[in-house]
C-alpha cells in the first residue's frame, strides 16, 4: 500500500512550456484533490474530484486543467507555463465521509523560468 | 471566501519548552484539523477535532475545538528536536459533500537542542 504518489518529484519548465503532473492513490479513495503551497502562504486548492469522470474548482483554478479518468488516478495540467506557477503542488485523497481525513502526497516542486 | 487566521507565523524555542499555537476564522467549521509538515514532505495529520469544545490529545500534542467552532488551538508540551517543522490548522465543512480544507498560513517551529 502506497498511499498516495505523486510524479515526477521535480521539474523546471521554461515559460509557454505544458506539462501534467500525476497523482495516483491504491486506497480507492473516492474524493482527490490538487493544492499549491507558496511561502507565507499555507496550501490553497486548486482543483478537486469527487469521484471518477468528475472535476470541480477550488480556489485558484485560473491556468490549471484536471482529468479523473480512472478512480485511482488524478492529473493536473500546465497548458501554457507561466513564472507565477512556480510553487509545491500536493495532492490529496480521502474516502469521504464525516470522520475522514485527506491524505497528502510527498509533493512536486515546479520551477517555471 | 473562508479565511483562517493562524498565529504564531514563527516560533524559536528551547527544548523542553511548550508551545501554543490557535487559530480564529470568519466563519463556522464543521471539523478542525492540524497538520505537521515535515521539509521536502506532505502534510501528516495530527490531530482532528469534529465536536465543538472537543479537546483531544495524541501523545504530546492536544487540541480543542472552540465552543463558538470558529477557532482552534494545539499544545505542544516538552518539546523535542523532532517537533520542528511547519504546523497548519485546517477547517472543513462537508457541506455539498466534498470535504473541502481551508488552511491556515502555518507556524514555523524550530527547537533548539
Known amino acids: 500500500n502506497a498511499g498516495v504518489t505523486q510524479t515526477p518529484k521535480f521539474r523546471v519548465l521554461k515559460t509557454g512550456q505544458s506539462m501534467t503532473l500525476l497523482c495516483a492513490q491504491d486506497m480507492n479513495h473516492e474524493y482527490m484533490y490538487w493544492y499549491r503551497q507558496d511561502p507565507g502562504m499555507g496550501l490553497r486548492l486548486i482543483h478537486y474530484?469527487?469521484?471518477?469522470?468528475?472535476?470541480a474548482k477550488g480556489e485558484v483554478p485560473d491556468g490549471y486543467n484536471v482529468s479523473r479518468l480512472k478512480k485511482q488516478n488524478f492529473l493536473l495540467g500546465l497548458e501554457s507555463a507561466a513564472p507565477s506557477q512556480t510553487s509545491v503542488y500536493f495532492c490529496?485523497?480521502?474516502?469521504?465521509?464525516?470522520?475522514?481525513?485527506?491524505?497528502f502526497g510527498p509533493g512536486t516542486r515546479l520551477t517555471v523560468l | 471566501g473562508q479565511q483562517l487566521n493562524q498565529s504564531p507565523q514563527s516560533m524559536f524555542i528551547q527544548e523542553g519548552e511548550d508551545v501554543s499555537m490557535n487559530c480564529t476564522s470568519s466563519?463556522?467549521?464543521?471539523?478542525w484539523l492540524w497538520y505537521k509538515q515535515d521539509p521536502g514532505e506532505g502534510p501528516v495529520l495530527l490531530i482532528a477535532l469534529y465536536k465543538a469544545g472537543e479537546l483531544t490529545s495524541n501523545g504530546r500534542l492536544t487540541a480543542q475545538f472552540g465552543i463558538t467552532r470558529k477557532d482552534s488551538f494545539l499544545n505542544i508540551s516538552a518539546s523535542i528536536p523532532s517537533d520542528v517543522g511547519i504546523y497548519f490548522c485546517a477547517g472543513q465543512n462537508s457541506g455539498g459533500s466534498n470535504y473541502k480544507l481551508t488552511f491556515g498560513k502555518g507556524t514555523l517551529l524550530t527547537v533548539n537542542p
Open positions: 466563519s463556522i467549521f464543521n471539523t
Open positions: 490529496a485523497s480521502m474516502e469521504g465521509g464525516e470522520t475522514d481525513t485527506q491524505y
Open positions: 474530484s469527487v469521484g471518477e469522470g468528475t472535476t
